[in-house]
């Protein structure tokens, strides 16, 4: 099976490694072609406003929007959540597919990143992340489910074929929300 990975910035490589690690051949994206022959697609973290200039340059919204309209399953982790958003405060959204309100940046400076461990709805045992410069859920649509909180906060949130976290697991190779992105397969 062809786990996309959109490879424009960020750190899709760790996404690659998590992804081959469960099984899944991973195929970086960074055309409409490319996309055209994935059946997921995970969406990396890394800087939100360079992406999404990446991703206008490189025409990808629309292709992306309506794969995820045709129901493609989609994880997006960190500045990929930010992407994925309707509402961005700070910032302008960019796919807006999902029924979330985001704020960036709002876990604090680069020095203030930390790792955690979630329980995470649906996923046996904790998942660790790495929090970096992350977003904050400011509101919470019908139809999007929490999965997982840190500190009162929502930090994995699933809407039909979407699924996104605020935390970044590729980083030392959690592979658990990769793998419940490929049982949506
Ligand atoms: N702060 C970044 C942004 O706003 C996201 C950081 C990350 O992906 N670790 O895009």
């Known amino acids: ?44 973290g890394g800087e939100s406003t360079t992406m999404a200039k990446l991703a206008r340059a ?13 129901g493609m399953p989609v994880f997006g982790t960190c500045a990929g959540m930010i992407v994925l958003a309707r509402r ?23 020095i203030d990143s930390f790792e955690a461990d979630v329980e995470v709805d649906g996923i046996e045992g904790l998942v ?17 489910r929490v999965l997982a909180e840190h500190e009162g906060s929502p930090v994995v949130l699933e809407a039909g074929n979407l699924l996104v976290s ?9 592979a658990g929300l990769h793998r419940y992105l490929l049982a949506k397969l």
């Not at 490189?58 to 045709?70: F, G, H, K, S, T």
């Not at 660790?128 to 999007?144: C, E, H, K, L, S």
């Not at 605020?166 to 959690?174: M, V």
């Open 128 to 144: 660790r992340g790495v929090f970096i410069r992350a977003p904050r859920i400011t509101d919470v649509g019908q139809g999007v």
């Open 1 to 44: 099976m062809k786990a996309g990975v959109l490879a424009l910035q960020g750190d899709f490589r760790e996404h690659a490694r998590v992804l081959a690690d469960i099984g899944a051949t991973p195929v970086e994206v960074r055309d409409a072609e490319g996309l055209a022959g994935v059946d997921c697609l995970v969406i990396p």
């Open 88 to 110: 961005v405060s700070g910032g302008e959204p960019l796919f807006g597919v999902m029924d979330i309100g985001v704020e960036r940046n709002a876990y604090g400076r680069q």
């Open 58 to 70: 490189y025409d990808l919204v629309a292709p992306v929007r309506e794969r995820i309209a045709r």
């Open 166 to 174: 605020s935390f970044h697991p590729e980083l030392i190779g959690e």
